[in-house]
Antibody
Framework: VQLQESGPGLVRPSETLSLTCNVS??????????WSWIRQSPTKGLEWIGY???????NYNPSLKSRVTISVDPSKNQFSLKLSSVTAADTAVYYC?????????????WGQGTLVSVSS | DIQMTQSPLSLSASIGDRVTITCRAS??????LNWYQQKPGKAPRLLIY???TLQSGVPSRFSGSGSGTDFTLTLSSLQPEDFATYYC?????????FGQGTKVEIK
């Protein structure tokens, strides 16, 4: 399986960050996987943003829940992240990842990551 | 949120050394603990899940143990390609959280 993030590398403060993760080698409609976004910054380290199941069921980090939307498009085999009202604190490398849902959950495949900077 | 605390945060070791990294959870998380390796400029890579199960393709020199709140990642004989940062992550309950990372450097 391969995952590839895409989207703008620069976002203005107060605007909405939008990223897409294209999945190949697996289907986002898999009954055994969820699809997740994680970000990494020097100040916060690795931070889980949320995940989605192909049915549209989502689970978000409460610290970001009011600003986050994760959606899935099975017809394009991709899923997306929107983060609204961004500030400099949202500057990070954003990763998409596949979540293996077995007895427990683990992030078994990751995209290469994309750096998003928030600046005017 | 469940806090994950790793120690040490960095260590220096030589090729062939045995290396142990610990991870402590602020609450009981059963065996729902995963370990990742990250090299500079790369995404994290899953090494171990469910505290002790080796991910496919990961060398057997990596091993994990523990349950409850205390966990360990062990590298039995450090190889040149093992110099990296290692993270633990709990998936017992959301929000999933990561440790701060342990950087393994060459002595």
């Amino acid at each position: 399986v391969q995952l590839q993030e895409s989207g703008p590398g620069l976002v203005r403060p107060s605007e909405t960050l939008s990223l897409t993760c294209n999945v190949s080698g697996d289907s986002v409609k898999s009954a055994f996987n969820y699809w997740s976004w994680i970000r990494q910054s020097p100040t916060k380290g690795l931070e889980w943003i949320g995940y989605i199941f192909y049915t549209g069921t989502t689970n978000y980090n409460p610290s970001l829940k009011s600003r986050v939307t994760i959606s899935v498009d099975p017809s394009k085999n991709q899923f997306s992240l929107k983060l609204s009202s961004v500030t400099a604190a949202d500057t990070a490398v954003y990763y998409c990842a596949r979540v293996a849902a077995r007895l427990q959950y683990y992030l078994d495949s990751w995209g290469q990551g994309t750096l998003v900077s928030v600046s005017s | 949120d469940i806090q994950m605390t790793q120690s040490p945060l960095s260590l220096s070791a030589s090729i062939g050394d045995r290396v142990t990294i610990t991870c402590r959870a602020s609450q009981h998380i059963n065996s729902y603990l995963n370990w990742y390796q990250q090299k500079p400029g790369k995404a994290p890579r899953l090494l171990i899940y469910e505290a002790s199960t080796l991910q496919s393709g990961v060398p057997s020199r990596f091993s994990g143990s523990g349950s409850g709140t205390d966990f360990t990642l062990t590298l039995s004989s450090l190889q040149p390609e093992d110099f990296a940062t290692y993270y633990c992550q709990q998936s017992d309950r959301t929000p999933w959280t990561f440790g701060q990372g342990t950087k393994v450097e060459i002595k």
